[in-house]
């Protein structure tokens, strides 16, 4: 392990020798956060600066970048230098690498042990898997990356709560014995989805359209630049321009009913007023087409920036040692299983081990918990609020059942929802999924 670390599965932090060091204002921890999310790959430029930026970025976003990264370089490990070729933070072909020695990060070393554990599991050393276990999962302090929002981060947090989750799941049924499962087989290997720019027309095009789309309103005297207006703000899904386009329109309507239709042998002065409005319009419209066509789209609440698109994981040239390289969420031996899948090995698990799938908090979503049971509801101990969530219950019929669980006991099976004639039986088959009974106390 060397001088630096890194923990990402909580609050995001550097430590040099032990001390905990200021990473410095939100914009640098985004773009360090994202080299540490793929840590000993290749990540360009852009991708960094769409990690930096939650909204549009501006036109000088890769020498801000630049200028962070020289920030960070000197924090990760200060003696190391251009001229010795031996930065942890290095430049190729437009791309930055963060050199992670194994072990520096919580992140790895949670990927390590979770992959040795199920490793140790298949071969009948519970035991020490359970230990392994436990060591990876002390290393979570809060929820990865807390203080940083956008698709980036929010991917990574969704794929690394699952992670955690197969591990707690895998501890649990160590500790109730059971024997591992036939691991499935790894899934291919990728590398984090950056997050880059739409691609933009070339220049050529770009300026055919924006002269055909300012010249609509100067051919069609102002009747149809509306229409260019509208089109764009479908395009981009602007309700800027949408407005624009409306108020246009407006104009047009103005402009005919109040000049164009009445027949008169001369022209007021309200009309004159008129239609020196619907000319300025007019202009307005053909030169507001030639910039907003073609332009990148704007951050707003219903248009993101970005898209997703995967990318070929990337081998380094640089490695001082073997790095095992987690992919988010990827250490577990089991990917996410569907909702459907997770009710049934939560049940199954409260089954076996009912004090393991209460400390999970298996069917109490409503309690702080990691563990993703796929949606499941604890029928003896959920409170109204909760079971009035299930498909066809009211709020009436879930206090009801709190009132039956006090007055009459706890409930053994589903079915004594019909029987005590709280629900209808018809409502049971669509509740028996979602439903769990966690052991009973008499």
């Not at 300026?207 to 009747?223: M, N, Q, Y």
Request: hydrophobic letters at 45%; proline letters at 8%.
């Amino acid at each position: 392990m060397g001088t630096v670390s890194y923990e990402v599965l909580g609050p995001l932090a550097v430590r040099r020798n032990g001390i905990r060091r200021d990473v410095g204002p939100e914009q640098r921890q985004r773009i360090l956060a994202a080299l540490l999310l793929r840590a000993n790959q290749a990540v360009p430029l852009t991708d960094l600066i769409a990690a930096a930026w939650v909204g549009r970025p501006p036109a000088d976003a890769d020498q801000v970048v630049s200028n962070h990264i020289a920030v960070l370089r000197d924090l990760v490990d200060p003696q190391r230098t251009v001229s010795t070729g031996e930065l942890l933070i290095t430049l190729a072909d437009g791309s930055y690498v963060l050199c992670v020695e194994p072990g520096d990060s919580d992140l790895d070393q949670f990927s390590r042990n979770v992959e040795r554990a199920e490793e140790l599991w298949a071969a009948g050393n519970g035991d020490e898997a359970g230990k392994l276990l436990r060591s990876a999962l002390a290393l979570w302090h809060g929820t990865p990356l807390e203080d940083l929002s956008g698709p980036l981060f929010d991917s990574a947090r969704q794929e690394l709560s699952a992670a955690r989750s197969n591990a707690q799941e895998s501890l649990a049924r160590i500790e109730a014995g059971q024997q591992a499962a036939t691991p499935a087989p790894p899934p291919a290997a990728y590398a984090a989805p950056p997050l880059v720019q739409a691609p933009e027309r070339s220049g050529a095009t770009l300026v055919v359209l924006k002269l055909l789309g300012a010249a609509v309103p100067v051919v069609t005297i102002g009747f149809l630049g509306w229409v260019v207006t509208a089109g764009v703000a479908i395009k981009q899904r602007s309700i800027a321009l949408g407005i624009s386009a409306a108020a246009y329109l407006a104009v047009v309507v103005w402009f005919t009913v109040y000049v164009m239709v009445p027949d008169g042998p001369e022209i007021s002065d309200g009309q004159g007023l008129v239609t020196l409005v619907y000319l300025l319009a007019g202009m307005a419209c053909s030169v507001q087409a030639a910039v907003v066509i073609g332009s990148p789209r704007r951050r707003g609440a219903l248009q993101p920036p970005y898209r997703l698109q995967p990318q070929a994981q990337y081998q380094p040239q640089y490695q001082a040692s073997p790095v095992h390289q987690p992919q988010y969420g990827a250490p577990a031996a089991y990917p996410p299983a569907p909702d459907a899948v997770r009710r049934q090995q939560a049940r199954e698990l409260a089954r076996t081990n009912p004090a393991a799938a209460r400390s999970l908090g298996i069917g109490r979503p409503d309690l702080p918990r990691q563990y993703d049971d796929g949606g499941l509801v604890d029928l003896n101990d959920a409170p109204a609020d909760l079971l009035d969530t299930l498909p066809g219950v009211t709020g009436k019929q879930a206090a009801a059942i709190v009132v039956s669980r006090a007055q009459q006991g706890r409930f053994r099976t589903v079915d004594e929802l019909s029987t005590r004639g709280l629900l209808p039986t018809h409502l049971l088959h669509e509740l028996a999924d979602r439903l769990v009974i966690i052991d009973i106390q008499d």
